[in-house]
């Protein structure tokens, strides 16, 4: 659907975050002719992605009232996908070959996406819209516009009103914890993913490790390198699952989900072993947390639902002044991020028309239905999977946007299966030079690149 002519209109415009999603976001919103402010509690743009050996004094988060440590990265963690799928469409996240402290490699570590991030606010001027140090308290409607509260080293300002507000931020703060039955009375020590950083504090423990994804398998690995043992509890696994895993120090079993906890500090397994553990290191995923937003109870998170959302975008009813950017799951985080931030941008300047109330409502209603009908649970709602190209392809036509492109698409298809198959070696092997030439060519065709692709990929990896 191309975009509607309509008359273009500049609005005030809050963003929420300075992470992936909210320097892009201030771009497109800016490039649109819109005045932005960023706000972000953090002292330097990163988000997520900004490293700190700090964690929460909480270790499993469940006290609302504890200081929030804004990271969840530890420090040995390196992307699960290429870079190249990974970047802004036209702004690539290819190496620097004139920094040689620069990470090259096609599976970079944390530090190289923080620098991408950086580099690319610099090439974009985005800094200059940023207050940094700056927490937003409170967000709420007033007669068609939006108050903001924050505030800055302790003191609240004064508060602000705006057009618009765009949400870039709450979706890794709030751990998810594995509810598991016996767990009060177990004796051992629990932590998230969230507060995890080196394997050090597990030296020769018994540690059990739930969850065995991205982060989950990252950690695991990690943990063996210095811990006694370490068990894996997997939900996708079959309820007999037992399996040793020799990489890297024949330390590690692969088992089914946890049955039940003891005060004697036993776990048993679905699979009927029973292990008797130090620690617990739930990587369970995060929950959806916006706290500083007052919306008259028309918003709620149900179930790690956020509703009522169209498209994981826009409230119906307050829509267009409040929007969200990047609340669903997918591979192509960056690539959703610019994309939704040029639909929202375009759609509050005017040039693009959004449905009415209703017609968004209808279409949730449908949605939710459908995602019912094929038993899909409810907290899955924001998990794409392998329709994450459709929607961003709909998304991209309402703003005139080009659809994904199939190396883009291909990489992230191709990396899951590797990390699925080869979770040991996935980074270093791998068996798709040809999107990642696809890529490259793609780059050097658009003028994005100022050398010839042949150089990186005959170059090494």
């Known amino acids: ?46 988000g997520l992605w900004v490293y700190t050996p700090k964690v929460e004094s909480d270790p ?16 040995s963690l390196r992307t699960n996908l290429p870079r190249e799928c990974m970047g802004y469409k036209d702004y690539p996240f290819v190496p620097r070959s004139d920094d040689p402290s620069r990470d090259s490699r096609r599976y970079p570590s944390h530090k190289e996406v923080l620098a991408y991030l950086q580099d690319f606010a610099t090439e974009f001027n985005i800094e200059e819209m940023i207050r940094f140090e700056t927490e937003v308290v409170r967000v709420e409607p007033v007669n068609g516009k939006w ?14 009103i705006f057009d618009a507000v765009v949400v870039c931020c709450g979706h890794f703060t709030e751990p998810n914890i594995a509810q598991i039955p016996g767990i009060e009375s177990w004796p051992g020590r629990q932590t998230h993913s969230h507060s995890y ?63 039940t906890a003891h005060e004697d500090g036993t776990i048993v397994f679905k699979n009927g072993k029973v292990v008797q553990a130090d620690t617990i290191v739930h990587c369970t995923g995060y929950k959806y947390y916006f706290p500083f937003l007052e919306t008259n109870n028309y918003m709620r998170v149900d179930d790690n639902r956020v509703e009522p959302l169209y498209k994981h975008i826009f409230p119906p009813a307050l829509a ?12 192509l985080q960056f690539y959703m991020f610019e994309v939704q931030s040029k639909w929202v941008s375009a759609v509050l300047s005017g040039r693009v028309k959004h449905p009415s109330v209703d017609e968004m409502m209808e279409d949730l209603k449908l949605s939710y239905e459908t995602q019912e009908a094929l ?16 929607y961003l392809n709909w998304i991209a036509d309402q703003c ?7 190396w883009r698409d291909q990489e992230v298809t191709r990396g899951y299966k590797r990390l699925g198959d080869q ?24 003028n994005l690149i100022s050398f010839h692709p042949s150089r990186f990929l005959e170059s090494g990896r």
């Open 60 to 75: 499993l988060g469940l006290d609302p009232t504890r200081p929030i440590v804004h990271s969840s990265v530890y420090e």
């Open 320 to 331: 267009p002044g409040l929007s969200f950017i990047g609340l669903p799951a997918m591979g």
């Open 197 to 259: 950083r080196v394997p050090d504090p597990f030296k020769d423990e018994v540690v059990v490790v739930i969850g065995n994804f991205a982060s989950g398998a990252d950690i695991s690995r990690d943990i063996s390198k210095v811990a006694k043992e370490v068990h894996i509890a997997c939900r996708a696994s079959g309820p007999d699952t037992f399996e040793k895993r020799p990489v890297p120090n024949n330390n590690l079993w692969m088992h089914s989900e946890i049955d």
């Open 147 to 160: 108050r903001i509260q924050s505030k800055t080293a302790g003191s609240f300002t004064d508060d602000e």
């Open 423 to 446: 979770p040991e070696t996935f980074r270093d092997e791998w068996d798709d030079d040809d999107l990642m030439e696809e890529a490259y060519e793609d780059f050097a065709r658009q």
């Open 400 to 406: 005139g946007f080009p659809h994904v492109e199939h």
């Open 1 to 46: 659907m191309a975009p509607a002519r309509n008359p273009i209109s500049s609005k005030h415009v809050a963003v929420i975050g300075a992470g992936a999603a909210g320097l892009v976001a201030a771009r497109e919103l800016r490039r649109e002719g819109h005045t932005v402010v960023v706000l972000d509690r953090e002292k330097q743009v990163g």
């Open 375 to 390: 038993g899909i649970p409810k907290r899955y709602t924001h998990k794409l999977g392998k329709s994450q190209c459709e």
